[in-house]
């Protein structure tokens, strides 16, 4: 089987981040010896925004963090919604009581 560019395309985020498996690294650089273009980017991937591809693995620690502050902006949000609605209704409650005196006193 041909190991095609795009096979190698596939495979240079792990390589450069240095993921990829001996197997995987050896199979890049053969090619990457074949393809001048292809060992450019394999130089020099913050130009090409291969890195950007990149998956980034979270620790158990991160994903913790990470959930600790989504829970911590929902509930900020929660108490900014429910603040809102409060003071709407008691608003909407001064406006009835000064509407009733009103029409009371007139």
């Known amino acids: 089987m041909k190991i095609t560019r795009d096979v190698i395309l596939d495979l240079l985020p792990l390589f450069v981040s240095g993921e990829g498996s001996p197997d995987t690294r050896k199979l890049v650089e053969e090619y990457i010896e074949t393809d001048p273009e292809m060992a450019e980017l394999a130089k020099d991937p913050a130009n090409t925004g291969i890195l950007s591809e ?3 693995t979270l620790t ?4 913790m963090e990470a959930y600790k502050e989504a829970k911590h902006a929902i509930f900020k949000r929660m108490v900014t919604i429910g603040a809102v609605i409060a003071f709407a209704t008691l608003g909407i409650s001064v406006l009835a009581m000064l509407l009733a005196f009103y029409r009371l006193s007139s």
């Open 60 to 63: 158990k620690e991160d994903q």
């Open 54 to 56: 990149i998956p980034v």
